[in-house]
């Protein structure tokens, strides 16, 4: 009978899902002797000693039985000389090797049913304990301070075990075994309430007296897995009115926690798909229509068709709906304006005292900071709008291998960045707008985290090619500091590079829509007809929306009052309509007389290709949004206002050579603005940008031999204009192409530089 020595390298998602205990298991039942050990490099290490037959069985049973929530990416087997040493099989202490790459560890997992289950049964030890968790939940990505992945490298270090929860961690048949984040009421984090200065209350129940606090109307600063959220009732408007006051966050919607997924449904309208990705492990905050029988404030998500919508994904927030009748309450990342979301006690108390009525913190430290993620339905696609808890640091598999190791740093709104490594891309999670020193520490500190995690050896570092963002400035830093390559990739493309990469296509016209990208002619692009080929870096522009003019430049942004009437300026008499809308002007009349002035002139006055900025103006002319108080409002109420419309207009669109007009759009839902509702109006101009951007995509790859047609951008998370494209571009028979693990949006940007400079960048 031959004897065999084998040591097995396993990469992947292996640390903090149950592997080691897996492996344990399996090497007993196929009767074989050696060790399983956890890695500096996120892998696991295994030594067999044992019959040939065995270890053949044991190998078969590494990939087909492996725990639900492990990713096998690669397997290393070497044989070894010498004797059998091992008298039976052991989990022996981790190493602090680190050889191999692109491991990581998981993301964060919502509490699981048998978890649940006991949290639920008086019998339980762990019965009610808020933290309860197991090999196959709980906190990972947001806990973890370093590798390999043991309790003494993690923010549970502080908590010792008690002789209960250490007889699980060390039984083999438990599903404790070996689980890092084991605790119990009894040595686990503790959970408390306080009041606004952080005094204590003593109270039994403090988890079910904060739910029962915030069903009477008061806020609390609640003390999550990734930091802090602000729950209120969903109901009671005037707790909504005061936080939205002191936030200075007047109309930005707020997510919802509802109670279980039937509580849901007495508010919003649940798809199939729907019920998957809220049920999942992830358990993302989904953006769910409200419905007929939506009976919550109306300052939960104004003038919003839909709601953000996540189920309970800890015992604590189980626990909050106990005492109460509540459907939902609204919960809300704790972030200061422009600031990362809150993580530690002493932050909350400070910047969340003036604004909460109460705390409810527990005494385990974040180590990460991690926000929810927020993903939207397509039909049957989802379409992140953030990717961030739940889904980072797993990576994304891709088609192919980079020939070199790329760090990404993305652009400047809803960042992340990106380590390319392999076949693999490793997202950071949600980090925010890079526009100040905090963020941009926040970035730093995640990517260097990202880059330990993975055992990156980064070459190459890929920015956005506008010249002053920060993150431009921070990737050349970086580059001299480390001798990496720095390479500027322009925004557009990036987004194309996504959709090329995340679909392994190799020619595609991508029609790229959002509000601003810095473009190669140092113009302001957002409306973008690409033409993106595998064979050489790069991309040709070969269309793109007219050119339209931002009266007063950025101030265009935010008052798309102005954006409507640089449009209109030739076209309609403005001065009557402006002088009407001068309350929505900071500064009243003067300021509609500055503007008109600089339209006679054209002074001061950029001029950008925005499907973003014109969806705005359009906004504006009907009504729905006036002045932008956060970045996509405009645009997003007017989708809102579009559902359930017709094209009451009918518009050709007007292609002037490789130009879709938009000046004639604009014209026409102006001159019928008292004609038509404001439904059918707003729908109308999604039905002439779809079939216009469409049509000219379609276009341009017959000219060009390409078979696939791509939409991606920011905008590419609107419904409407995404289903009316994609029939216009099928029923042509060209394949089209959205993103499906990567955000549509700017969170998607660090991936797509990644990608454009390491399989498209010579
Ligand atoms: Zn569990
Ligand atoms: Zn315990």
Redesign the pocket.
């Given at each position: 009978m031959a004897l065999l020595r084998l040591k097995i390298q396993v990469t992947g998602i292996v640390q903090g899902v149950g592997f080691r205990p897996f492996v344990y298991r399996a090497a007993l039942q196929n009767g074989l002797h050696g060790y399983v050990k956890n890695r500096g490099d996120a892998g696991v290490e295994i030594l067999l000693e044992g019959q040939e037959r065995a270890v053949h069985g044991f190998l078969h049973d590494l990939k087909e039985k492996k725990p639900p929530l492990a990713q096998i990416h690669n397997i290393v087997t070497a044989k070894l000389q010498g004797r059998n040493e091992y008298q039976e099989f052991v989990i022996t202490k981790s190493s602090n090797e680190a050889e191999l790459s692109g491991s990581v560890i998981p993301p964060d997992i919502a509490?699981?049913d048998?978890?649940l289950r006991e949290l639920r049964d008086p019998k339980d030890p762990r019965f009610e304990y808020f933290f309860?968790?197991?090999t196959?939940?709980?906190p990972r990505f947001t806990i973890i301070e370093k590798l390999p992945y043991d309790r003494e490298n993690t923010t549970m270090r502080q908590f010792h075990m008690c002789g209960f929860c250490l007889s699980e961690y060390r039984d083999p048949l438990n599903r404790r075994f070996h689980a890092q984040t084991v605790a119990c009421p009894e040595c686990g984090p503790h959970v408390h309430l306080t009041d606004a200065k952080g005094r204590t209350l003593e109270l039994k129940d403090p988890i079910r007296e904060a739910g029962v606090l915030l069903s009477e109307g008061h806020a609390v600063a609640i003390k999550g897995y990734g930091g802090f959220h602000i729950a209120l009732s969903a109901i009671k408007p005037e707790p909504l009115a005061r936080i939205r006051n002191v936030k200075h966050r007047n109309q930005k919607p707020f997510a919802l926690m509802a109670r279980n997924l039937k509580a849901a449904k007495t508010f919003a309208m649940v798809s199939k798909k729907q019920e998957q990705l809220l049920s999942s492990y992830m358990h993302p905050i989904v953006l769910l229509n409200k419905s007929r029988t939506y009976n919550l404030s109306e300052l939960v998500a104004p003038g919003l068709h839909n709601v953000g919508v996540m189920l309970p994904y800890t015992g604590l927030h189980h626990m909050l709906f106990d005492h109460v009748e509540d459907a939902a309450f609204v919960m809300t990342s704790a972030n200061p304006p422009n600031q990362p979301i809150v993580k530690d006690n002493d932050e909350a108390l400070h910047n969340l005292g003036d604004i909460v009525d109460y705390f409810l913190i527990h005494d385990r430290q974040i180590a990460h900071r991690c926000d929810d993620s927020v993903v939207r339905v397509h039909r049957n696609n989802t379409a992140f709008i953030r990717r961030s808890r739940g889904y980072a640091p797993a990576p994304i598999k891709l088609h192919r291998k980079t020939k070199s190791c790329v760090l990404a740093l993305g652009g400047e709104l809803n960042n992340t960045s990106c380590i390319l490594n392999g076949d693999k891309a490793f997202i950071s999670q949600h980090i925010g707008d890079v526009d100040n020193v905090e963020t941009r520490a926040f970035l730093e500190n995640a990517t260097k985290h990202l880059v330990r995690l993975t055992n990156s050896k980064i070459e190459k570092v890929a920015h956005d090619l506008h010249p002053k963002f920060i993150t431009t400035r921070l990737a050349q830093d970086l580059a001299e500091e480390n001798g990496w390559q720095a390479i500027p990739v322009q925004h557009h493309y990036a987004h194309a590079a996504a959709l090329m990469a995340e679909h392994n296509a190799n020619d595609i016209v991508s029609i790229c829509c959002d509000g601003y990208g810095y473009g190669s002619d140092g113009e302001a692009w957002g409306g973008e007809i690409l033409l993106c080929t595998d064979a050489a870096y790069g991309f040709k522009r070969l269309g793109h929306l007219e050119k339209q003019p931002m009266i007063g430049g950025d101030l265009a942004t935010f008052n798309p009052i102005r954006m409507a009437a640089g449009i209109l300026q030739d076209r309609v008499d403005l001065e009557p309509w402006l002088l009407s809308n001068k309350k929505h002007f900071p500064h009243g009349e003067k300021e509609v007389q500055v503007a008109l002035q600089q339209l006679a002139r054209k002074e001061n006055t950029l001029y950008t290709t925005s499907c973003g900025r014109i969806l705005d103006a359009v906004s504006a002319i009907l009504g729905v949004c006036t002045e932008r108080t956060y970045e996509g409002e405009p645009s997003m109420k007017l989708e809102s206002t579009a559902i359930g419309g017709k094209d009451v207009l009918n518009l050709k669109p007007r292609l002037e050579s490789d130009v879709l007009c938009t000046g004639t759009l604009v014209a026409e839902i102006f001159e019928n603005r008292h004609k038509y509702s404001k439904t059918n109006l707003a729908y109308s101009a999604h039905a002439y940008l779809a079939q216009g951007l469409a049509e000219l995509a379609i276009k341009k790859a017959s000219q060009n031999h390409v078979k696939a047609v791509g939409f991606t951008g920011g905008v590419a998370c609107n419904e409407i204009l995404a289903l009316n494209i994609r029939r216009i571009v099928e029923a042509s028979g060209l394949r089209f192409l959205v993103h499906k693990e990567v955000p549509p949006g700017d969170g998607g940007l660090s991936f797509g530089q990644a990608v454009a400079s390491g399989f498209f960048h010579s």
């Open positions: 509490i699981c048998e978890c309860i968790t197991c196959n939940c709980g």
